[in-house]
């Protein structure tokens, strides 16, 4: 992989590289690399073949300086035979920035009967797609995007796909629970997005997952955003190559500056 990779490793510090950064502040690191490195210290340290990470909950209450080294420490809090519960927290130079909590379960059979569920997305593959030609589209180069329908900040239904272009940590080529954990803050700009910008910032993210993706392809489909007294609630439906993967819903707050959307594909 030839792009930079998000954070370099030092002992057991992780270093923020430049393309860390955020779009709020030049020298802020974005969340969904928080997001990522702590799904990363997570499935690293308390993972198995046998569990699902079926959900994971990531509070961000600073931003942290892509300066600043960073720690993550993790603790098993519950260790049962159907159901394993992991605690982490992300700390910058020994300040503690973020936090996450973790519910992985074990792989069995689905019970007999059937059970409704919505329809899979009738989305084109990636593949079928040409890519965008405005670097915006994809943070110039934090990610590669395949817009499928509507933009951000469209009045209207709007769908894509989204790989990750880098490594999470030089070196370690990403999981698909990684893969998956870093895009889940897209799901606050996709979904929180106006006519008139960005005029949210997410505090945290919860991602749902029945199974882990299967291709590097994740696709978001929003389907709720709400917000009353300059708190937002947004949430996509999460998709890969094969169908619907989980959820990824955020908690917002309002923002004095929005920060301009990106053009139309």
């Known amino acids: 992989m030839t792009n930079q990779p998000f954070f370099t490793k030092d002992g057991d510090a992780f270093i923020p ?74 700390l910058s130079g020994g300040v503690s920035m973020a936090r996450a909590s973790c519910q992985l379960l074990r792989r069995t059979e689905n019970a007999p009967g059937n059970v409704w569920s919505p329809a899979n997305w009738d989305a084109p593959s990636p593949a079928d797609i040409p890519a965008p030609t405005d670097p915006r589209l994809g943070m110039n180069g934090k990610w590669s995007t395949r ?76 389907v709720n955003h709400h917000a009353t007294d300059g708190v937002a609630i947004g949430e996509c439906w999460l998709y890969d190559e094969q169908g619907p993967i989980g959820t990824s819903t955020v908690a917002a707050l309002a923002q004095k500056k929005p920060m301009a959307n990106p053009p139309p594909p």
Not at 202 to 214: E, F, G, Q
């Open 147 to 222: 817009p499928i329908s509507g933009a951000m900040g469209s009045l209207g239904p709007r769908r894509l796909w989204m790989s990750e272009v880098r490594e999470l940590v030089e070196g370690v080529p990403m999981t698909p629970f990684v893969h998956v954990a870093t895009g889940a803050d897209f799901a606050s700009p996709f979904a929180n997005a106006g006519d008139q910008g960005l005029g949210y910032i997410n505090s945290d993210v919860t991602l749902y997952l029945h199974r882990l993706p299967v291709t590097r392809w994740v696709g978001f489909e929003v």
């Open 17 to 90: 590289t430049q393309a860390s950064n955020g779009p709020w502040d030049p020298n802020s690191m974005h969340g969904r690399v928080v997001i990522g490195l702590l799904a990363f210290a997570i499935e690293q340290r308390h993972g198995s073949d046998d569990f699902t990470p079926a959900r994971l909950t990531v509070d961000m209450f600073r931003l942290p300086n892509i300066q600043t080294a960073v720690e993550v420490t993790t603790r098993l809090v519950r260790d049962g035979k159907r159901i394993r519960v992991v605690e982490a927290e992300f």
